[in-house]
């Protein structure tokens, strides 16, 4: 077994690196946290903006709402429904 030995400094500086590297983990991970896309079932989207499937279906049409598939379920993005709700 080969040993290593380092100065006091390098240990600093090595030690001060993974700080640094830490730091911009938790940048970017805030980023992808921020951009990160929650979705419902559609009956919970229907409930919430008190509409029927036809209406949902023609603010699909119209690009109001976006349908995402997952299989042969449909869902709906919160940050579009929030959208609608407020304006």
Do not use: C
């Not at 380092?6 to 940048?27: A, M, P, T």
């Not at 976006?66 to 959208?83: A, D, H, L, M």
Request: net charge positive.
């Amino acid at each position: 077994m080969q040993k290593v030995l380092l100065d006091k400094i390098e240990i600093e500086d090595l030690l001060d690196g993974v700080y640094r590297i830490h730091k911009r983990l938790d940048k970017v991970d805030n980023v992808i946290k921020a951009n990160k896309i929650n979705y419902v079932p559609i009956s919970e989207a229907l409930k919430t903006l008190n509409i029927s499937r036809a209406t949902a279906d023609t603010w699909h049409k119209q690009g109001i709402l976006t349908k995402k598939y997952i299989g042969t379920k449909v869902f709906y993005s919160t940050k579009e429904i929030e959208q609608k709700m407020e304006g």
